[in-house]
């Protein structure tokens, strides 16, 4: 799906003449269009953890309380309990709030195993991390589109031939019931049609582990791919 694709397919379905361009265009109602394509690309990727927007950073610690250049351009928010120091096998505790930072700060206590805090959009580790050690952990990107060879993504629409990253059918539904309510119309079966396909995608997407509630397997039902089905050695 392009840009210029989804105000095409969105126009047909609301009954406007199919635009030739978007971007540039100096018609009002098409300039109106874009604006509100703007407007879905962005809220629809906040809606929930998509996985297409769903990012790696890796980086090599250095010895210092900030780590630089570790917050990439294109950063919303971290996955929570995602963050690892590959080298030492232990997870990297945190988000610390505000409290518990100062409070480690005045050297009264001391932390046991690697912490950060996200200030300042910058990585602040505590303990001071070893030199070296391997770190990675997941984020969501707020790029939500790309350019037609894929190569740049982007937060914005910026030409006709941008594809979407996000579920089209979803872009269309959203611009549809968005442009009806910009212009006064009953936008509201429009707009329960589009919350119900999203909350449809989100529910799938990426697939789901299981959910169990007896208490007597792991999170992945009987194969847990952490513990060896059998031949254990002590």
Request: proline letters at 4%; glycine letters at 10%.
């Amino acid at each position: 799906m392009s840009l210029l694709t989804l105000v095409q397919d969105a126009a047909d379905r609301i009954g406007l003449p199919q635009p030739s361009q978007v971007i540039g265009s100096s018609d009002t109602q098409v300039r109106q269009l874009l604006g509100l394509a703007q407007q879905e690309g962005k809220e629809l990727a906040r809606r929930g953890r998509w996985q297409v927007l769903v990012t790696e950073k890796t980086f090599t610690a250095t010895a210092t309380e900030e780590q630089a250049s570790t917050i990439p351009s294109d950063f919303d928010y971290m996955v929570e309990g995602s963050f690892w120091n590959r080298t030492q096998g232990r997870q990297v505790i945190g988000p610390l709030t505000s409290h518990r930072w100062q409070m480690l700060k005045t050297g009264l206590i001391s932390n046991v195993w690697d912490a950060f805090r996200i200030r300042g959009d910058a990585l602040l580790m505590n303990p001071t991390p070893t030199a070296g050690d391997s770190m990675a952990y997941e984020y969501i990107s707020k790029n939500w589109c790309t350019d037609a060879g894929e190569t740049t993504p982007a937060a914005k629409w910026t030409s006709d031939d941008d594809i979407g990253l996000l579920d089209e059918e979803l872009m269309t539904l959203g611009l549809i019931w968005r442009w009806m309510r910009a212009k006064g119309f009953d936008y509201g079966e429009a707009q329960r049609t589009y919350e119900t396909e999203v909350e449809k995608q989100l529910g799938r997407d990426g697939g789901q582990s299981l959910l169990n509630l007896n208490g007597d397997a792991g999170a992945y039902g009987p194969y847990d791919p952490l513990v060896p089905d059998g031949n254990w050695t002590i």
